[in-house]
Nanobody, 125 residues
Framework: QVQLVESGGGSMQAGGSLRLSCASTGCTDHCVRVAWFRQVPGNAREGIASFYMVSGRTTYADSVKGRFTISRDNAWKTIYLQMNSLKVEDSGTYYC??????????????????WGQGTQVTVSS
């Protein structure tokens, strides 16, 4: 129904920028909300940013407000996460996710049915 593939991860020094991309198939017809999550080994998956596909309304975790921006292209095929002023604690595996219905908690991973395979981001000091 919906397939998501992340790209753009890599290594960066603190203070730098990266842009992650999430190529989607099926989102035009099925996605109501998309989001980016981050996970480090031993920790729960953390909601970073979410985006309502129609209204464009966004939600950000406090840890990334003012530094990260979630957006989509006009064709609804790619979701982006622009990450600026990167910090060491931003390191982790980043996942793109999509929901085919409205959600109560935009940054709760349980609200999302479709997931990509993840892309690794490593920020060094």
């Amino acid at each position: 129904q919906v397939q998501l593939v992340e790209s753009g991860g890599g290594s960066m020094q603190a203070g730098g920028s990266l842009r992650l991309s999430c190529a989607s198939t099926g989102c035009t017809d099925h996605c109501v909300r998309v989001a980016w999550f981050r996970q480090v080994p031993g920790n729960a998956r953390e909601g970073i940013a979410s985006f309502y596909m129609v209204s464009g309304r966004t939600t950000y975790a406090d840890s990334v407000k003012g530094r990260f921006t979630i957006s989509r292209d006009n064709a609804w095929k790619t979701i982006y996460l622009q990450m600026n002023s990167l910090k060491v604690e931003d390191s982790g595996t980043y996942y793109c996710a999509a929901a085919n219905r409205g959600v109560m908690n935009e940054l709760d991973p349980l609200e999302y049915a479709f997931w990509g395979q993840g892309t690794q981001v490593t920020v060094s000091s």
